[in-house]
């Protein structure tokens, strides 16, 4: 396993970061300590959550990932072995208001009282006094997010990136959390937040935590060029495209026990030209003698601008192929072929 800084930070993280937002799901506790005993074994000392986890949110899993953490913190007493990212909820609007993760009740938003409810919720569930990354798990004004809205729907007059940066800072300097980030945020959120951080010396984001895969690299445009001149490193998320890129639904294929099998939430990956491009890559890696998941993930893994690359896995067998692929060698050929099938499928799910 390799390790690199994150962002401009002293944290060191390792390269492959354990993601974990089917434990509570269709992952049960015991199943779910299985992954963290194994992951960390294999040298995974970087693992992502969230208040809202389990996914899909809903008011009867909201929390159970983190409180399947808390309990293998204080099970294990390895806390501090462990880097540790959580996530706030942003703007309830975009998932219908999620006013159940709130006491009293409120659209979720990127208030004071709000993120100080939400860290000390983390805390509490995952049984630590202080998370090392603490991220915006997506932007606090109407933006495109998760594949849905259009420009039309953008709020032009978004004012609070210096507020949302003073309620994390009181939180920094108490202690409760060591560094900031965002997730599903754009350019010019990126750039705002730096410039804020930057003229009146708030915490600095660590990292932009955002799709990226095979089949979605519009993090390239904009955002990476931020990422490497401003050491805002990519946690790239859905790396495997919720498993299209596996080839496990090509054909029409339905695994019992899949996400899409389970919950059909799968229409981000749906879109025209998606099949025909999944379809690409899992021959490309099916020629080198490669898992398509391998290759998929190794694809994230190489590109300079990547800080982590977030796996998931419902299975150890998942898991283990996962965590391995981080070892493959990448070549100039697979490069070459990858941007190939990129030139003739850009980004069909975005």
């Known amino acids: 396993m390799q390790y690199v800084k994150l962002g401009r930070t002293d944290v060191t993280v390792s390269r492959c970061c354990l993601g974990t937002m089917t434990w509570g799901s269709q992952n049960t506790e015991a199943e779910a300590h299985a992954q963290m005993d194994y992951a960390l074994s294999r040298g995974v000392t970087f693992w992502d959550t969230a208040e809202m986890y389990a996914s899909p949110p809903n008011p009867e899993t909201q929390g159970r990932t983190e409180s399947y953490i808390g309990s293998w913190f204080e099970k294990t007493g390895k806390r501090h072995e462990v880097v540790l990212a959580s996530k706030v909820a942003g703007q309830g609007a975009a998932f219908g208001g999620l006013s159940w993760l709130r006491r009293d009740g409120a659209v979720t938003r990127h208030t004071r009282a709000q993120i100080d409810e939400a860290v000390e919720g983390s805390l509490r569930r995952l049984k630590t006094d202080y998370i090392d990354l603490y991220q915006l798990h997506w932007p606090d004004r109407k933006v495109r997010v998760f594949g849905g809205a259009s420009f039309k729907d953008y709020d032009q007059d978004f004012e609070a990136f210096g507020d949302i940066l003073e309620a994390l800072d009181a939180h920094v300097k108490k202690g409760s959390i060591r560094h900031v980030g965002v997730s599903n945020e754009f350019p010019w959120g990126v750039m705002r937040f730096l410039a804020e951080s930057e003229t009146r010396g708030l915490p600095r984001i660590a990292s932009i935590q955002n799709a990226y895969h095979l089949a979605n690299r519009t993090f390239e445009v904009g955002l990476a060029e931020i990422a490497m001149r401003e050491q805002v490193g990519l946690l790239a998320y859905s790396p495997l495209a919720q498993g299209q890129l596996t080839g496990k639904y090509l054909d029409g ?98």
């Open 253 to 350: 294929a339905l695994p019992a026990g899949s996400r899409k099998a389970l919950y059909n939430r799968m229409q981000r990956y749906e879109g025209p030209g998606a099949l025909d491009a999944f379809r690409a890559y899992v021959d490309l890696a099916r020629e080198h003698g490669l898992d398509p998941a391998q290759l998929a993930l190794k694809f994230c893994d190489t590109r300079p601008f990547v800080t982590a690359t977030i796996i998931g896995a419902t299975s150890m067998e998942q898991l283990k192929t996962n965590i391995d692929a981080f070892d493959l060698a990448w070549s100039e050929d697979l490069d070459k072929a990858v941007d190939a099938i990129h030139v003739r499928h850009p980004n069909p799910c975005p």
